[in-house]
């Protein structure tokens, strides 16, 4: 036996051995999960009971004018009672409101079929392309609108004027 070595331990105590270290990537992955667990689900299930219970609570606010004009919001209800729409529906229909005058307004986006332009929420005036395309159809080719042109604005009381910029 050399002098550099170390006889071999006799005594049997376990070592404790820590727990591996977490990498970057498991803790990202878990600080994810939680952040999606976190926010709460929509209830899309409910028993006969649990929609007798939320048809009284949407009847209380009913008789607490929290809808005067007779008009229920579907999306507004539904976030406020975590539930999906379709439990928003089945809860109305067994809330029987509809008797006592109310609707149910489903809040559907449908894209409209009004082509008038308008200001969207940024500040933008928005006109439609068909008003363009319409237009170019019956006009001379130097009249003709193409993308990219600018325009002046002019603003009279409650009149905005284009102009094509020269």
Not at 108 to 113: C, I, L, S
Not at 114 to 141: Q, V
Not at 146 to 151: C, N, R, S
Request: hydrophobic share 40%; charged share 30%.
């Amino acid at each position: 036996m050399s002098t550099d070595q170390k006889p071999a331990s006799t005594d049997q105590t376990p070592v404790p051995t820590p727990p591996p270290a977490r990498s970057a990537k498991s803790t990202n992955k878990t600080s994810k999960l939680d952040a999606s667990t976190k926010k709460a689900k929509k209830i899309r299930k409910l028993s006969k009971e649990q929609i007798a219970e939320e048809a009284d609570k949407l009847v209380a606010a009913a008789n607490a004018d929290a809808f005067p004009d007779k008009m229920i919001s579907a999306s507004a209800w539904a976030n406020k009672m975590n539930l999906s729409l379709a439990m928003v529906d089945k809860v109305f229909i067994s809330s029987k409101l509809a008797r006592g005058g109310y609707d149910l307004d489903d809040d559907v986006n449908v894209k409209a079929t009004d082509n008038r332009p308008y200001i969207d929420t940024r500040g933008m005036l928005m006109i439609a392309k068909s008003i363009f395309t319409a237009h170019n159809a019956g006009a001379a080719a130097d009249k003709q609108f193409a993308p990219g042109q600018q325009f002046d604005v002019t603003l009279e009381d409650d009149r905005i004027i284009l102009t094509r910029a020269s």
